[in-house]
């Protein structure tokens, strides 16, 4: 519930797959808002030190402040996806 209200706050909706047998994906979804300028520059550096995405791969960011669950998640995805991970907000920014 925490997270439905924070991503509809946002304008975005969660969809939900689920299969027995083979598991859950949720997907989180946010309105497309053109990025700050002041953040631009930063995180395009910051992208072009750490392998960015490829046109093959959509990019994905893990935040989560418990480091065995950002690793694990790393190396459940990066095979569909070019994953960065942060252990915060801040980080990530």
């Given at each position: 519930m925490i997270v439905q209200r924070i991503v509809r706050a946002h304008g975005g909706r969660i969809e939900l797959e689920s299969h027995v047998g083979r598991g859950t994906t949720f997907r989180v979804w946010f309105p497309l808002h053109e990025r700050p300028t002041r953040l631009l520059a930063p995180m395009e550096?910051?992208?072009?030190?750490?392998?960015?995405?490829?046109?093959?791969?959509?990019?994905?960011?893990?935040?989560?402040?418990?480091?065995?669950?950002?690793?694990?998640?790393?190396?459940?995805?990066?095979?569909?996806?070019?994953v960065y991970v942060a252990e915060d907000a801040?980080?990530?920014i």
């Open positions: 550096k910051k992208l072009k030190t750490n392998q960015p995405a490829t046109a093959e791969k959509p990019m994905l960011w893990i935040v989560d402040d418990e480091k065995p669950t950002r690793e694990g998640l790393r190396a459940a995805l990066e095979d569909r996806y070019d801040q980080s990530a």
